[in-house]
């Protein structure tokens, strides 16, 4: 079992410092419009004679209220009827998509993502997955990772029952913070009446796991007050939890500005929230498996990062990593071999592109061999906190010391410190070292030094 982590107030002091969260490396800022629909249906069809499994990811970008902290690609509107454009053209992306590919390709993970993609009526929602099992091998057995985010707003045991009639067996929660002052602070009143009642109805149809979002940070936080939300949480036992760090970056944000500075709680009181997050998630036994994520020791990721096989991609953490991702959708990003691919983010671009039968691929990039070797990197960092050299060397016939000796003096400045252990074999990420993990990660980001660092969140 992996060491519990460590909090040292004067590391995290010291390393706590502005950088990628790397669900990809290289991440989406290196992606360049060089990058269009020829390149993704090249890749569409490697991926047909590899015959590897999927993974899709399906973006619905409606909300009908907006949150102030949210930074997501999303359509604020109260007309439910905008959805029935956005779904032709998405229906006709499915269709482009999946005739590159083979029927045999298994759909081993399937996520909707948002936005609120329980925004769509309960016929759109039926419609929008018959055409994804129309077009792709979507597994009828329940085997499969399929999951969904839900707003508690926007969902009854009606749409639970829904959700789970077409295949869903996952739900991720949106939560932040239970505190009322906070929530009408960022514009989102939500009670733990109306989240409870959506859990109850995920366990009693079965639903495989659940996992909850909260947010520490937010105006009109306190350590006293967010300890009793996370208190709260921890008695509805969901499977998972994620627990971010908001990023308050209005410049970048439009919704943001709607916050009020002045009520955003001080770096020392965002630590102590952090701190006692994390005492009160161990005490109720919870594993850190990393970057904000948290879950029950026979959870699915807890088991991955315990043998080693947990992987990052653009949906976060997952024991997928295996797959070729697809995404759908405005803005979505695809990662099929060494392609990332994105679509517009703009929703009359991506449409009208499909309009006229051609994709909303606008941007990506394909990875060199150093990416690669980078990316292995970070990937075994991020998800297991420890690093054979030997794996590494094997993989790319490369001596580890020798390509990356540039980077010793800083690696051996981290062992001084108490980060990591290093030696002529390993990196080994310390207990005090793991929530600094990102840190770590960013030393062998050959691209860091030419991005502006405010574009990225800190890493506490």
Request: charged share 20%; aromatic share 8%; with cysteine.
């Amino acid at each position: 079992m992996l060491d519990a982590i460590r909090w040292d107030t004067d590391l995290i002091r010291r390393y706590d410092l502005a950088g990628p969260r790397y669900t990809s490396y290289p991440t989406a800022v290196q992606f360049h419009s060089q990058v269009g629909s020829f390149d993704l249906f090249h890749a569409l069809r490697e991926s047909r004679k590899a015959q590897r499994p999927l993974s899709l990811y399906v973006h619905v970008p409606f909300c009908a209220n907006i949150c102030y902290y949210c930074a997501c690609n999303k359509v604020i509107t109260k007309d439910r009827g905008r959805a029935l454009p956005y779904l032709q053209r998405l229906e006709q992306e499915i269709q482009l998509v999946a005739c590159h590919l083979d029927p045999q390709q298994k759909v081993e993970q399937l996520h909707f993502g948002g936005g609120t993609p329980t925004f769509l009526s309960h016929d759109e929602l039926r419609q929008l997955m018959a055409q994804l099992r129309k077009h792709f091998n979507l597994l009828d057995d329940d085997s499969g990772d399929y999951g969904i985010e839900i707003d508690p707003r926007e969902a009854d045991w009606s749409t639970m029952g829904l959700l789970r009639e077409l295949g869903f067996n996952r739900v991720s929660i949106g939560l932040q913070d239970l505190d009322p002052a906070v929530q009408r602070a960022v514009n989102r009143l939500q009670s733990l009446e109306e989240t409870r009642a959506v859990i109850d109805a995920a366990r009693t149809l079965q639903f495989r796991s659940i996992n909850i979002d909260l947010i520490y940070g937010l105006p009109k936080q306190t350590a006293e007050n967010f300890a009793r939300t996370v208190e709260e949480v921890i008695s509805l036992q969901p499977d998972r939890l994620s627990v971010f760090n908001y990023a308050h970056l209005p410049e970048r944000f439009m919704p943001q500005r709607r916050i009020n500075s002045s009520d955003l709680p001080a770096p020392a009181e965002k630590l102590q929230m952090l701190q006692r997050t994390i005492e009160q998630l161990t005490a109720a036994g919870y594993r850190y498996i990393g970057m904000d994520h948290f879950a029950l020791p026979d959870d699915e990721l807890a088991i991955a990062q315990e043998e080693a096989t947990l992987q990052r991609n653009f949906q976060g953490y997952t024991t997928h990593g295996h797959c070729d991702l697809i995404g759908l959708g405005v803005s979505a990003i695809s990662q099929i071999g060494d392609l990332y691919c994105q679509n517009s983010s703009d929703l009359s671009e991506y449409q009208n592109a499909l309009a006229s039968s051609q994709l909303g691929t606008s941007r990506g990039l394909v990875c060199t061999q150093d990416d690669r070797i980078r990316r292995a990197v970070i990937q075994q960092l991020i998800c297991n906190f420890h690093l054979q050299f030997a794996t590494i060397e094997q993989q790319f016939n490369l001596d580890f010391r020798g390509y990356f000796g540039e980077l010793w003096p800083q690696l051996q400045a981290m062992a001084s410190d108490g980060l990591i252990e290093l030696d002529s074999e390993k990196i080994l990420v310390l207990p005090a070292g793991r929530l600094l993990v990102r840190s770590v990660c960013m030393v062998f980001d050959v691209y860091l030094e030419q991005q502006n660092r405010q574009r990225f969140s800190r890493v506490i």
